[in-house]
């Protein structure tokens, strides 16, 4: 299966303890993009990555949350100090990245994986 | 700072029949609309793009229609099946700009009558 890998599907923690959310992206892409869906909500976008550069973050809340794309080995969204409030859906997507070869291609399009969903008790 | 606009949190259609999802904009920046259908406990799954040089783009059933005046996008589907009964988001961007992420609407509930 070439689509985006996240883990673990689902993640328990207590409020306190620190949660590690993996993505894998489709082969041959290098963009990487974290959302949250918070129940009933639709998706907000988190953080933008390219391989070991942060390119967007303005979704980020300013605490607790960070975001990696080291080169080697996956995307990581790393959430300290876990409240209850973080228990979301979080989804990770993944696109080659904008080409100037052609205007407006589907090249920019995100593609999904099947999400993480964080529980914090 | 609701950007994109779904006002309808659900539709419910008979199988066979066109439907029609709608989606509002506020930001005059976005060139670039794609529509997602996601299943519960699945992730968003591509289903059609337009840019804002065009006004219409078809696959298949799906029809996605742009009218940049007003700011709105619709999404046709026909004829209707019972496997699209799902949530459909719509989502807006600024095509190469410094970022290229996606703001969503909050989606609607489509459920197909057999």
């Known amino acids: 299966n070439a689509g985006v890998m996240q883990n673990p599907r689902h993640l328990v923690r207590r409020r306190g303890q620190e949660a590690r959310l993996r993505c894998s992206p489709m082969?041959?892409?290098?963009?990487v993009y974290w959302y949250r869906q918070l129940p009933e909500e639709g998706l907000k976008f988190m953080v933008y990555l390219q391989k070991e550069n942060i390119i967007d973050e303005s979704g980020m809340p300013k605490e607790r949350f960070s975001a990696e794309f080291p080169k080697e080995g996956p995307s990581i969204l790393r959430i300290q100090q876990v409240v209850r409030g973080d228990s979301a859906a979080y989804f990770c997507a993944s696109s080659p990245g904008p080409t100037s070869a052609r205007l407006f291609s589907s090249y920019n399009e995100q593609f999904f994986g099947p999400g993480t969903r964080l529980t914090v008790l | 700072d609701q950007q994109v606009k779904q006002n309808s949190p659900s539709l419910s259609v008979q199988e066979g029949r066109i439907s029609i999802l709608n989606c509002d904009y506020t930001n005059s920046m976005f060139d670039y609309f794609l529509w997602y259908k996601k299943y519960p406990a699945e992730g968003p799954t591509f289903l059609i793009s337009?840019?804002?040089?065009?006004d219409k783009n078809e696959d298949g059933r799906f029809t996605v229609f742009l009218n940049k005046s007003a700011k709105h996008l619709s999404l046709h589907i026909v004829p209707s099946q019972p496997g699209d009964s799902a949530v459909y988001f719509c989502a807006a961007q600024i095509y190469g700009g410094a970022t290229n992420k996606l703001i969503f609407g909050t989606g609607t509930l489509l459920a197909v009558q057999p």
């Open positions: 082969k041959g892409h290098s963009h």
């Open positions: 337009i840019s804002s040089i065009k």
